[in-house]
């Protein structure tokens, strides 16, 4: 499945499985709370966030320079 949530002002897609569905409250809570308190290398990976994919626990955050990838652990 495929919704689209904004981070920054952004509108990014977030792919997911219908059984991943109640992640996806969870991972709104994990970025807000990134945003707010995360260190320097996670807020500056935010500002060129492409898309997302939930897999099971973890959000697996794409950028937009090709090759950086992020995880973050949901629960």
Known sequence: ???VIEVQNKKVPV???EKSK???DKLIE???????????TVTRFLTSLDSIEIVGSDAILYSTKETDTLALSLY
Do not use: C, S
């Not at 994990?30 to 320097?40: A, E, S």
């Open 1 to 3: 499945m495929k919704t």
């Open 15 to 17: 792919y997911f499985e």
């Open 30 to 40: 994990v970025i807000n709370l990134k945003i707010r308190t995360g260190k320097r």
């Open 22 to 24: 109640k992640a996806l």
